[in-house]
């Protein structure tokens, strides 16, 4: 498949049979105000709310040199995250566009988020009756918060790797990987509690919003997600920049720089 950028000039597209299958696609820039409330909130908890993990783990140091950055504080099982790292490199692949899932952060972004209120639908009603017969546009019919419903999935995926193909999901070829995530996402997996087509949306939706969020939830490292669509992040005004008629490139800026280098 191929596209035109601003100035006439061919892309190709190299994210394989798979996202052209899975309608996998960035249509907007993905707002730093969607993602839970993270900022500002690292140190809040809701009562009643068990969290599934409670190991933390350090990486190492991320692209800025912050090594918190790195730090695992959902997924503590190393071979879970693992799972879920090369999940979200098959969703979103590198390829000569730019880096893929795993170089932007993506995976760190997800745990991130899965640690905080968006993970814990903690502003969301969550009684029952849960429907599971229910069609698709009455949402999700599960008891289980979007942190558990994802890390379910991916340890069905670990499951099902080594039970089909005597190894972890991580360690298997490209054909073979993007043949497990299509499993889900056309339903013909059992999760408990949850729907595989729910799992792999969520999974999806969040691969994209990792790529595209603001640098300061974890993911888009490097503003690398911004500098593929040429996005120059959020600023304060345009004045300097709206003499010219011409299209300009310009670096991008996040929500540290024109903040004063914090929150």
Known sequence: MAEHDNKGKEKVFSRRDFLKTS????????????????????????EGTQTAETETDTEGASSEGEVLDDARTYFSRGEDFETLSAATEKIYPEDDNGPGAIELGVPYFIDRQCSHFWGRNSREYM???????????????SKMTRAETLLFGVRRMLEISREEHDDDFANLDEDTQINILESFES?????????SEDFFALLRNMTIQGVYAD????????????????????RMGWGNDIESEDFQVIDPEGLRTYQGGGM
């Open 23 to 46: 309608g996998v696609a960035a249509g907007g820039i993905v707002g730093g105000a969607m993602f839970g409330g993270v900022v500002g909130s690292l140190y809040q908890s809701d």
């Open 127 to 141: 009684m029952g009756p849960f429907d599971y017969t229910a069609a698709e546009t009455h949402g999700i019919q």
């Open 187 to 195: 339903g013909d997996v059992d999760i408990t509690g949850v729907r």
């Open 215 to 234: 640098p300061v939830y974890g993911g888009n490292r490097d503003y690398g997600g911004w500098r593929m669509i040429e996005f120059p992040g959020p």
